[in-house]
């Protein structure tokens, strides 16, 4: 393994970013043109990419709207492109979810909606259901984000908080044939979970909403717990009438994600290991789970030898206790290192593929063998870092933060850890 390691892991991440970009995923999607029109809609921090993308392959007349993150945006000729906030959402994201909803109205069964979706989408389309406002929602994600919640668990409330998630989007839609483009950013890619689901169905009830809200002590605001403990916040289920003209295919996913980089080692005289696509659980913890697989391989060879990459993908969380800004990709390898403690040979990144880990406009960060005594002469003790949630600090002031500006995609975490020849 001649190749500077860090320079190999950099070339992995951006391999796993490249293979989501809508440019080479969206052609081979596309339905045949209908007899009336075709409207494109869609939302996350993908959408934006997704909609140029299609203009430049799509052979006849069409328009519409999406909605993407602050700087996500790219110039299109038909679709309108409208920026609003993540991951809490604002008033530019209301507005534009109202107008969505009023664009759908009124189709036909002639008409063509073609769905572009991606992650960041539950944020970016936040109408809010009967006696919630918009400020409720931002007090709602705020306490969900800090709570250590699942994201199937945080998008399950959002759903049913909402007046355009939930399928709500696609029943309006109704009789036009729905085409869904998603690109997951989700553990498991079950479509409902991927921007709260708004043109799919979805199985959970605001029973299974109200349980999460108890099991991590958040406190609703009136209108919220009212519209719960109603039933009134009930999403569109599997087998409704509306949604038999929807279809979904899944365009993008974190595995695909992962081969792309596994090729790159493979190309790099690196043998890839690919521990798996969905793993969650608190970032710290995982981080020392992965330690402990990598000081296995460093010091037995399995279950793989060296030179070798561990590779993986899923969305962890951070409950935040400290005063840092948490961020799961840097927690995580904040926790790693202090188990690694220093083990020669091995080398990590960890980046969230949208360009944003938690609230920062950075990706993630890198690691290496002298991380910790590097931070001890910075004079950042490392577990003070990790106890206090403020790995984006501690990397910052490294040099070692990842930062790549809008990616414009976002099929979740990528995790690699790179052990060297014994």
């Not at 188990?339 to 040979?345: F, I, M, P, V």
């Not at 414009?408 to 975490?413: A, S």
């Given at each position: 393994?001649?190749?500077?390691?860090?320079?190999?892991?950099?070339?992995?991440?951006?391999?796993?970013?490249?293979?989501?970009?809508?440019?080479?995923?969206?052609?081979?999607?596309?339905?045949?043109?209908?007899?009336?029109?075709?409207?494109?809609?869609?939302?996350?921090?993908?959408?934006?990419?997704?909609?140029?993308?299609?203009?430049?392959?799509?052979?006849?007349?069409?328009?519409?709207?999406?909605?993407?993150?602050?700087?996500?945006?790219?110039?299109?000729?038909?679709?309108?492109?409208?920026?609003?906030?993540?991951?809490?959402?604002?008033?530019?994201?209301?507005?534009?979810?109202?107008?969505?909803?009023?664009?759908?109205?009124?189709?036909?069964?002639?008409?063509?909606?073609?769905?572009?979706?991606?992650?960041?989408?539950?944020?970016?389309?936040?109408?809010?259901?009967?006696?919630?406002?918009?400020?409720?929602?931002?007090?709602?994600?705020?306490?969900?984000?800090?709570?250590?919640?699942?994201?199937?668990?945080?998008?399950?409330?959002?759903?049913?908080?909402?007046?355009?998630?939930?399928?709500?989007?696609?029943?309006?839609?109704?009789?036009?044939?729905?085409?869904?483009?998603?690109?997951?950013?989700?553990?498991?890619?079950?479509?409902?979970?991927?921007?709260?689901?708004?043109?799919?169905?979805?199985?959970?009830?605001?029973?299974?909403?109200?349980?999460?809200?108890?099991?991590?002590?958040?406190?609703?605001?009136?209108?919220?717990?009212?519209?719960?403990?109603?039933?009134?916040?009930?999403?569109?289920?599997?087998?409704?009438?509306?949604?038999?003209?929807?279809?979904?295919?899944?365009?993008?996913?974190?595995?695909?994600?992962?081969?792309?980089?596994?090729?790159?080692?493979?190309?790099?005289?690196?043998?890839?290991?690919?521990?798996?696509?969905?793993?969650?659980?608190?970032?710290?913890?995982?981080?020392?789970?992965?330690?402990?697989?990598?000081?296995?391989?460093?010091?037995?060879?399995?279950?793989?030898?060296?030179?070798?990459?561990?590779?993986?993908?899923?969305?962890?969380?951070?409950?935040?206790r400290g005063t840092g800004r948490g961020g799961r990709n840097v927690e995580f390898l904040?926790?790693?290192?202090?188990?690694?403690?220093?083990?020669?040979?091995v080398h990590a990144v960890a980046g969230d593929t949208d360009g944003v880990d938690g609230?920062?406009?950075?990706?993630?960060?890198?690691?290496?063998?002298?991380?910790?005594?590097?931070?001890?002469?910075?004079?950042?003790?490392?577990?003070?870092?990790?106890?206090?949630?403020?790995?984006?600090?501690?990397?910052?002031?490294?040099?070692?933060?990842?930062?790549?500006?809008?990616?414009?995609?976002?099929?979740?975490?990528?995790?690699?850890?790179?052990?060297?020849?014994?």
């Open positions: 393994m001649a190749t500077d390691p860090r320079a190999l892991l950099a070339d992995m991440f951006a391999a796993a970013v490249n293979a989501a970009q809508p440019e080479h995923c969206i052609p081979r999607f596309l339905p045949a043109p209908p007899s009336g029109q075709t409207l494109v809609i869609g939302a996350g921090k993908a959408s934006a990419a997704m909609a140029q993308a299609l203009e430049q392959h799509w052979p006849g007349e069409l328009s519409g709207l999406v909605v993407t993150r602050y700087g996500y945006a790219v110039p299109c000729e038909r679709i309108e492109i409208v920026e609003a906030a993540h991951p809490v959402p604002d008033a530019a994201g209301l507005a534009a979810a109202g107008r969505l909803l009023e664009r759908v109205r009124g189709l036909t069964a002639d008409d063509l909606v073609i769905c572009l979706i991606s992650g960041g989408g539950s944020a970016l389309l936040p109408l809010p259901g009967e006696g919630v406002t918009l400020e409720d929602k931002q007090v709602i994600s705020r306490a969900l984000l800090k709570s250590g919640a699942t994201i199937s668990e945080m998008n399950c409330v959002r759903r049913h908080l909402s007046a355009i998630k939930g399928g709500r989007l696609a029943a309006a839609c109704h009789p036009a044939r729905v085409v869904n483009l998603l690109i997951s950013d989700v553990p498991g890619d079950n479509p409902m979970d991927i921007a709260s689901g708004p043109t799919v169905a979805d199985s959970t009830t605001c029973a299974d909403a109200l349980a999460i809200i108890r099991r991590y002590g958040i406190a609703l605001p009136a209108g919220a717990q009212t519209l719960l403990d109603s039933g009134r916040g009930e999403t569109i289920k599997p087998g409704d009438a509306r949604l038999a003209g929807v279809s979904t295919h899944l365009i993008a996913t974190p595995q695909m994600a992962l081969e792309a980089a596994a090729a790159v080692a493979r190309a790099a005289g690196v043998r890839p290991m690919i521990l798996g696509d969905s793993i969650e659980g608190e970032a710290r913890d995982v981080g020392k789970v992965h330690a402990g697989i990598a000081l296995q391989v460093r010091h037995h060879g399995q279950p793989i030898a060296p030179p070798c990459v561990l590779l993986s993908g899923g969305e962890t969380t951070v409950t935040v904040l926790s790693l290192a202090v188990a690694l403690n220093g083990a020669q040979g609230l920062e406009e950075i990706a993630g960060a890198f690691i290496d063998p002298d991380t910790l005594t590097r931070a001890w002469a910075a004079g950042r003790p490392p577990r003070d870092s990790l106890d206090n949630n403020d790995g984006h600090g501690f990397f910052e002031a490294l040099g070692d933060a990842l930062v790549t500006g809008p990616t414009r995609t976002n099929v979740n975490d990528f995790r690699a850890i790179l052990i060297g020849p014994a």
